[in-house]
């Protein structure tokens, strides 16, 4: 008999004279209820255990961890919560499960014992929720796109490109580490270390993707992005996904607006599908927020923040607008930020960031026209000559969500600036060309898929939001 999934099972309109359930053990009680979970849902589907008719050696090997399968009526549950459950009449162990091995007994555990556990996490309320909110978010980017005529494009993830020049880049070698080609010198030629070319995984798409856009118009990628970031912050990952668009004729306040219509519609495109993992997330929160004192809570719960992104517009506001306030913050050193900022080209760090948008603002904030110095080479210089069409899109609880830009559609600048920045003109020639045969305004931006995931399911560690974190302490699976 083929097996109906549970949230089928529980969504059913009608009482069923047999079904079949296959999944994995919660918990048994009373030697008479599993609680069944098969990942279709957060909610356990119960089953009734006919105990007097069931052998003792198949009752003690339903332990938490086993995988079973149960045939028996669908029959209107009594117990509160759930609106149906199966009276077994015949049931299988399909896997055991060593109840004092298994890790994952239903107890609350730590997040880092659980990162510790990986590919046993998943099993778990809490990460079943967040896996399925990624999943259904991550589908949401590609309707998003697809729905307005964006072309999906992958970009190449072995390339010779740093589109950030931020140093973060792994270096992808061809050859064996013992033999490795040597420069005069005799120190290792890492210039020749991909069957006799330079590269390293890539930290940004935008480059590629940029040249696909001034062909195609609109284009998106959405792909495995890495960064060696050899630090451990809860919003940083060394190996992390990132959506891209990038659009031909558009300037930076389209961009703007793309952003932010966007990102209002992948939460509410989750918010719709995701309705029950994302209040058991919620929940969660709340309990978490009850052990906090009373000052540090949040005054929202997980969805009235998921709201009110939805409902109002993100506030835009220069650069050099954001300095001001947060030069006119009272200085407190009591405090446990100094939020000041006396100089104009500094960038801001993410306390400064958070502070704008948590206590200043209240609300999403897209920062604008950054100092040129502190972004990257490829951006569009303002008139003014000092500052770029850039604009970071911060979110509370979170920082930068968003890095985007106006790209510098002028040839003459914009090898001028690289010059400046010492960056080869040679090794970018391909780049370049965009900018050699039917230049035109164009612009993109990068979203980091994992800071988003943290927003919706209310998460405040990136380690937590992906299935297998890359981070300097996470890396043996
Ligand atoms: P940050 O200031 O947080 O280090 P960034 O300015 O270096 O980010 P960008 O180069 O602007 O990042 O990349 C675009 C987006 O990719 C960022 O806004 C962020 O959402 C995401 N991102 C960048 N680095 C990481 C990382 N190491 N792990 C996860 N997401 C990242
Ligand atoms: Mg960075
Ligand atoms: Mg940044
Ligand atoms: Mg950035």
């Not at 510790?116 to 978010?137: C, K, Q």
């Not at 880049?169 to 040597?182: A, C, G, H, R």
């Not at 604009?391 to 040839?411: A, C, K, N, T």
Request: proline share 3%; charged share 25%; net charge negative.
């Amino acid at each position: 008999m083929k097996h109906t999934k549970v949230k089928d099972l529980l969504n059913s309109t009608k009482t069923l004279h047999e079904v079949n359930a296959k999944g994995w053990v919660r918990t048994f009680r009373n030697n008479q209820f599993i609680a069944l979970n098969d990942g279709s849902t957060i909610h356990n589907i119960q089953c009734v255990v006919d105990f007097e008719n069931t052998p003792e050696e198949t009752l003690k090997r339903i332990t938490t961890g086993a995988a079973v399968s149960v045939t028996g009526e669908l029959v209107e549950s009594k117990g509160a919560g759930q609106k149906f459950e199966i009276q077994v009449k015949k049931l299988e162990i399909l896997g055991d499960s060593d109840a004092e091995k298994f890790p994952m007994q239903p107890k609350k555990h730590s997040l880092e014992f659980l990162r510790a556990n990986a590919h046993l996490r998943v099993r778990t309320n809490a990460f079943g929720a967040i896996m399925r909110v990624r999943s259904v978010l991550s589908f949401a980017v590609h309707n998003y796109f697809q729905e307005r005529g964006f072309v999906y494009v992958n970009t190449p993830v072995i390339t010779g490109a740093d589109a950030e020049g931020a140093g973060e880049m792994f270096q992808v070698t061809s050859l064996p580490l013992d033999n490795l080609p040597k420069n005069e010198e005799g120190t290792i030629d890492y210039s020749k270390d991909f069957f006799g070319k330079h590269t390293n995984l890539t930290v940004s798409g935008q480059l590629e993707g940029e040249t696909f856009a001034m062909a195609l118009g609109q284009i998106y990628t959405f792909g495995p992005t890495f960064r060696a970031e050899n630090s451990n912050t809860s919003r940083h990952l060394a190996e992390f996904w990132m959506i891209e668009p990038e659009v031909a004729f558009n300037n930076l306040d389209d961009n703007m607006d793309l952003a932010e219509d966007f990102i209002q519609y992948v939460i509410k495109y989750t918010m719709d599908k995701c309705q029950d993992d994302l209040k058991f997330l919620e929940g969660r929160l709340l309990e978490e927020e009850k052990s906090k004192p009373q000052a540090e809570r949040s005054e929202m719960s997980l969805l009235e923040k998921l709201n009110f992104v939805l409902e109002n517009n993100f506030k835009r506001v220069s650069y050099t607008e954001a300095i001001d306030i947060l030069r006119d913050s009272t200085p407190n050193k009591k405090k446990k930020f100094q939020y000041i900022i006396n100089e104009w080209g500094a960038d801001l760090q993410s306390e400064h960031e958070r502070y704008l948008v948590e206590k200043h603002f209240k609300c999403p904030v897209i920062l604008f026209d950054y100092p040129a110095n502190i972004k990257a080479f490829y951006m569009r210089l303002n008139e003014d000559g000092k500052t770029v069409r850039a604009m970071d899109i911060l979110f509370p609880g979170i920082g930068e969500i968003v890095g985007g830009s106006q790209r510098e559609e002028r040839y003459d600048v914009l090898v001028e600036k690289m010059k400046a920045l010492g960056i080869d003109e040679e090794e970018l020639w391909w780049y370049l060309d965009t900018r050699r045969f039917g230049s035109a305004v164009h612009s993109g931006f990068g979203l980091g898929f994992e800071r988003l995931v943290l927003f919706v399911t209310g998460m405040t560690n990136i380690r937590d939001v992906i299935p297998f974190p890359r981070t300097p302490m996470n890396a043996e699976f």
